[in-house]
């Protein structure tokens, strides 16, 4: 095992790196250190064209690239000698996106002379649940391509617990709604996902219907809070199927609709509904796997997990323990899950072998 690894993470419009230290003092679960963790989004570039635009993200990806990972190094105020490997993400995601972080890793990893080591995005999202504490004397920066700030460290503060084995793992991106059973580190069954669009995809896209900004669901949160849900009724797919997977396209269709077919609604309202469908839709599908397989605990991860609304009705509902990344820095995209991952990863690649696989599942 590795002390120090360096993270990369490119799959979409956030370009991230992070250096997190491993203490061997502590026990297996425990110990992981972030020493920084930075993260460039061309997120606002994207949110003027409703969307993102492929090319575009891959052309801020190589503006970012080396900076985000000199930044980051600085941050951890180790020398390069001191890391002793790197771990990046090879796929699932944008090819372009994906290709510039690949390839910055595989030729660090042979002009340094350091192991690499290949990490699935969607496992690597898993991992923010992993990460015990956040070195004080660092910092966590999120900077956007248009603005930087620079929160400091320590205001994260410490995890209380990791998670253990067996947990559920429900994974809710902009891309992914997967349920996963993990028996151990990187030992996991696929249990079921969606059969069409993402949890976050629904309220990326249904945030557009309503007339706001991408990303859609920080925003259909924020309307969410001060409206009534239950003044608008959506219909809620796939509820009473015996498998465990998921129909979001459905949803949005039938907010297509009522904003045609009604005039008289509160967009907070509709926002509240649009929630409350999606979070009932992950909650019942979530208890139904835990119910199942017996297990005591779930852990959440991916964007959607930021939702403070979702965190608090599984927590309410499922009886069992619940896990969720400790700030929603670690819930989007980011590079300490990636380094995470990547220490309690077994492969190693050989860098020239490395191929990004926009395409790779669970
Ligand atoms: O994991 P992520 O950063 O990127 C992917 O790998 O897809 O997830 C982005 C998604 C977007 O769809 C965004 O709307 C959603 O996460 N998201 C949220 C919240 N914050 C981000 N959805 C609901 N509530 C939030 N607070
Ligand atoms: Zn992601």
Redesign the pocket.
Known sequence: MYKTILGIET??D?TAAAVLSFDPAQDKQKGIRILSNIVASSAAIQSKYGGIIPEQAAREQLKSIIPVIQEAINESRLTINEIDAIAVTFGPGLIGSLLVGVETAKTLALVWNKPLIPVN?LVG?FYANFIDKVSKEGKVSEVSNESTQNPPLDTFGTFDTSPTFPIIGLLV????TDLVLFTDHNKYQYLGGTRDDAA??C??KCARLLGLPY????E??KLAATGDASKIKLPKPMTNSKDLDFSFSGLKTAVANYIDKNKNYKHKDLAASIEQTIIESLMNKTLQAVKEYGINQVMIA???A??QALSEALRKSLHVRVFSPSH?IF???NASMIAAAGFFSEEITKPLDLQANPNLSL
Not at 215 to 218: K, L, Q, S, V
Request: charged letters at 15%.
């Open positions: 799959s979409c956030e995005h999202h991106s902009g891309g992914h976050g995809e309220f990326d990303p859609g669901g920080p259909i949160s991916g964007g959607v930021a939702n929603n819930c989007t995209d």
